[in-house]
């Protein structure tokens, strides 16, 4: 189990290590979009982590790639689908527009 907490609504959810960022942030209800399915190419679960980066996946060529593609993207920036939480806790800060 690991600590995720959604900014900016700073809510935080008992999650398990091992889902995708994306799956756990669906499960807490947060408003996170898809238009690929979580194959990582549409851009559209773009947020930022603010903390612990270190203990999720690490950023794959294809994601790298992708958010070399699109605007507003910086040091924190993952796709949510492409991260597989870890043990520690993770605050998130979802970009997603509704
Ligand atoms: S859902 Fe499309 S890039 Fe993550």
Same mark, same amino acid.
């Given at each position: 189990m690991t600590t995720l907490t959604i900014l900016p609504a700073n809510t935080t959810f008992e999650t398990s290590a091992?889902?995708?960022l994306?799956?756990?942030l669906k499960a807490a209800?947060?408003?996170?979009?898809s238009k690929c399915e979580g194959k990582g190419q549409c851009g559209a679960c773009h947020?930022?982590?603010h903390e612990g980066r270190k203990g999720v996946s690490k950023i794959q060529r294809?994601?790298?790639e992708k958010l070399d593609t699109m605007v507003g993207v910086g040091s924190k920036s993952r796709l949510a689908c492409q991260v #597989? &939480?870890?043990e520690d806790p993770?605050?998130?800060e #979802? &970009?997603?527009f509704v």
């Open positions: 091992g889902v995708t994306f799956a756990a209800g947060a408003a996170i979009l947020v930022f982590i294809a994601e790298n #597989v &939480l870890g993770v605050t998130v #979802v &970009l997603s």
